[in-house]
């Protein structure tokens, strides 16, 4: 009875206090779409449900099910044991006691405050003016309302929305302050206590037809059948080198799962309606939570190793095997117990977040919304996280640094607060923070949370943090909202700010938005990935070391400038992809998060072995420390919602996945190397699903792209988390461009590119499982780095610089534009399920990359990109190979070529590769070798007079032939279809130059399927000049 007591108290508090909560403590609470009643309806006056900490009123039939629901759950469990029995009957008592509060206070004028309703629009408006523009549109996100506009048009939408569902509450006579008692809310409640209860009556039947409603919507959503699972299965015998976890041996029944688990359902595989049942007992228990101005929930208490994964148990009932992938891959049959442990401790996690902090949604939260510098009122509150810290201070410009005037408190979980007069600290005014260790030793660090940096004012080589509260004036006004996902296919724009001018300086994102977007959006791309955008002390690790995970590079602007750089990316059309870097950190110690509070852990892994990665020579996080997941899954929300970021490129998924972290190993030994655990990190695994799941969660309704660099083809890295797998869209395919790269080099010695044989190419580019979902590219960004060049200079060397006239016939200059057009067009047709390029290889940038550095005197000439050699007006081939670019991209649009092509002949001896697309619309005929062919037959589907649509060898794109080209005529012999490479009919193209690729086009109003012909004659030798055919 002593949590029903602190439960009921926490309902009284969220209902007589909801609006000081709202607009002290919950700013950033209102950001969020758990802000919200019962109903799914937003409200803005003080009558919305507390927070996921507190508990929410509910209507009484609602009240009458969940009771009901839960008693039937804990019976189940009484004959297995006792103290769980009498747990639950502890848990209905405090229900029971709770609703009665609840109750009372919406009947009880004592309890609830009445207000006028223009009274408390009236005061809505007046509160409103005090939140800042940024909060005001993640309200209105959160609300669905539309986001473009100055505040004043915000908070009168805002308003209006609010005015709107006060009249819609009103006219179906209900009480202004309870929750929406809906019919259908009711019927759900309703099938989730009987679906709950025929899941406890019964064993489970392995048919479908007797799973639960979700179970079936998960078989629909993933394809396989979810039935309920066994209970989990032991962890492989494998040695573990997790050392820290917990063992709960002791099962907790489903009555104990947390209301995430509804959320996540369709991601996790978890039962919602056994979760539904417990919504009530579960939150109705309130975690102690330390005294913070922010009513969040707490971070977990720990020692600077962090607290480990505990192993608590989730019951068969409400959770999914896990192992989907193994029944979907035969050769991961052997591996299914390994991935059903994997399963379950994402699961564990699942509910340990649901439990302790409120779900994935707050947790994710409850980092930078809390933590950092933010202002409050009159006050500034600094919120850190160092456990292993004597004293920590605030110092900067506004105290002239003493380490002594701003000392903060700290609470049990190692949490410490200071607080600083708003009239002292200033938005842009620098700040460090000082903490003396348990040693004695003081130190000054960057905030870990902080939101922009800039060089040390004495020119020492190090930042300072800064503090960014920029005033509304400042603040950037959203003007287009994210694209819709509608059926286009992911192309990647692959692009790094500093190096994005000809200039030879650092380029800055404003400069990006003027002259790249364009360009990109009308080449045809649909997405842009931007590198390096979070802070990096060293500019020349291409943003890969990072130093502040939360403050945009200073380089290259303010926060503004990005999100204006995003806003004009949506404006385009196109989404906003981020590289993010969640493998490891830099080792910084001034400027960065290493030895953050004087110990070696921190957000890093305490074992020397697994702490840090020796080639990189960089940190490695510790995936199993709560704070850990706190500050990088809170850094995923922050770019999401703050920055408009549609997705993600997570940066060294290899190293992530494995205790080794990819260093020095060949992935050689067999599929066992990916289960094991002595090799593979789970703890990091768990952390890609919650990523994963968090992301989708967050965009709900638009690409919510993620895409993980992983060179150890990881099985199942592109798999639904709720089958086993990872949850990332897609992976990188990093062998091809590894391939072709070695292809181009030892070309350029040969006089007819025999490295790229047609059986290579389609070997290359057709190896992948069939249930991953790769990303094919050319180059990225890796094979131009220093020791690296652009596939065109691999291709063409020395020659680049004196051959790449628009006239030139230099032999090496005509292969390497033709094998440049004609691989990157293979391979956006037969390499993935998307297609990326890097900025400028599009073109056929030459040279390489070399960052600013002093082997190099500190020179930008290799760290920019020369867009005036594509200018048409400049007189070059590479106007051409962007122009072919495009093309192949229009075309990709028209006819959903990515992943949807099939190779239909490989013929090295006259190096032809055929592949059709378009349900055998399109047919593309590729010569690999360096000889004419003609009068080649190639196999078709469809029978009828086919149009050239696209040839690589065309002036326009930096091809040699002149003129248009003409048709190609499906040939017939003997009144019949000639078959030929396994297809009913034929068709017979007459001229294929070198290293090149054509394209024809199915003319759908000749299309046949039988024509009483025996030949055709041709009365113009000119094949160019389309000439005149008569059929016979």
Known sequence: MVAAAAAAHSVSHAASHARHYRLVGAAAAAKRKNNRNQSGRPSLLGRCAPSANNVSSANASSTTTTTTTTTTTSTSYEEEDPLL????????????????????????????????????????????????????????????????????????????????????????????????????????????????????????????????????????????????????????SQPQPQAGKKDDATPSPSSHLPPLFKFMGAFTGVDSTSASASAASSSQQPTPQPQHEFPTSSPSASSSSGVRFEQVHVDASVQTSGDGIARMQMELGPYSDALKHRHHLYCS??????????????????????????????????????????????????????????????????VWTVRVPASQLKHGMRVRTCIETQEGERFTRIPAYVRATAPEATGKPYLDGIFYNPPAEEEYVWQNERPARDGRRLKIYEAHIGMSGEEAKVSTFKEFKEKVVPQVAKLGYTAIQIMGVAEHALYASFGYQVTSFFAPSHRFGTPEDLKELVDSIHGHGMVAMLDVVHAHASSNTQDGLNMFDGSDAHYFHPDPQRGYHSDWGTRVFDYGNRETLRFLLSNL?????????????????????????????????????????????????VYM?????????????????????????????????????????????????????????????????????????????????????????????????????????????????????????????????????????????????????????EFGHPEWIDFPSEANGQSHEKARRQWSLRDPSAGLKYAGLEAWDGAMLDLETEFALLGRCTVTRVDDETGLLVWEAGNGELVCVANLKGAHLYDARVGVQRFGEYNMRLDSDAPGFAGSREGEYGRAFASVHSDAHIPWDGQDCSLTVHDIPPWSVQVFKLDPDTERSFIPVTHYEHHDDSWASGGDYDYI
């Open 85 to 236: 029995a009498e747990i639950a009957e502890l848990e209905a008592a405090a229900t029971s006691a709770i609703q009665e509060l609840e109750q009372a206070a919406v009947t009880s004028p004592e309890n609830m405050e009445e207000e006028d309703d223009e009274e408390d629009i009236s005061a809505l408006a007046e509160e409103l003016e005090n939140f800042k523009l940024a909060d005001l549109r993640n309200i209105a996100r959160s609300y669905g309302i539309k986001l473009t506009g100055n505040k004043s048009e915000l908070i009168e939408r805002i308003v209006a929305f609010t005015e709107q569902q006060e009249q819609e509450d009103d006219e179906e006579g209900q009480d202004d302050d309870d929750d929406d008692d809906d019919v259908d809310d009711d019927l759900v409640a309703a099938a989730i206590a009987e679906a709950d209860a025929a899941v406890l009556a019964q064993e489970p039947s392995p048919s479908l037809e007797h799973t639960t409603p979700l179970f079936k919507f998960m078989g629909a959503f993933t394809g396989v059948d979810v039935v309920p699972a066994p209970p989990p299965p032991p962890p492989p």
């Open 349 to 414: 996690m699942v509910h340990t977040l649901s439990t302790d902090e409120g779900g994935l949604d707050t947790f994710s939260a409850s980092g930078y919304e809390r933590f950092g510098l933010h202002q409050v009122g009159e006050v500034v509150l600094y919120t850190e996280w160092a456990p292993r810290a004597q004293q920590l201070s605030l110092v900067g410009d506004f105290n002239d640094w003493d380490e002594q005037a701003n000392v903060g408190e700290v609470d049990s979980f190692g």
């Open 637 to 685: 929300r922050y770019w999401v919602q703050e920055f408009g970021f549609d997705g993600f490129r997570f940066d060294g998924v290899t190293s992530m996945l494995y205790h080794h972290h990819g260093i020095r190993w060949s992935f050689l030994g067999g599929t066992s190397e990916y289960f094991d655990s002595h090799w593979a990190n789970e703890e990091a695994i």
């Open 689 to 841: 699903k919650l990523a994963n799941t968090l992301v989708r969660s967050l965009l709900p309704d638009s690409w919510s792209i993620t895409v993980c660099e992983d060179v150890s083809a990881f099985p199942g890295s592109t798999g639904a988390v709720a089958t086993g797998g990872l949850g990332f869209d897609y992976r990188l395919a990093m062998h091809i461009p590894d391939e072709f790269m070695s292809f181009a080099k030892a070309t350029y010695e040969m006089d007819d590119g025999a490295q790229f044989h047609p059986s290579r190419v389609a070997g290359t580019l057709l190896n992948r499982r069939a249930r991953d979902a790769t990303v094919a590219y050319v180059e990225s960004h890796d094979q131009a780095m220093v020791g690296g060049q652009s596939f065109m200079f691999a291709l063409v060397d020395l020659h680049m610089y004196d051959g790449m006239n628009i006239d030139s016939e230099n032999r090496f200059v005509y292969r390497g534009c033709g094998l440049h057009k004609t691989i990157r067009f293979a391979t956006l047709c037969l390499g993935g399920d998307a297609y990326m390029t890097f900025m400028g290889n």
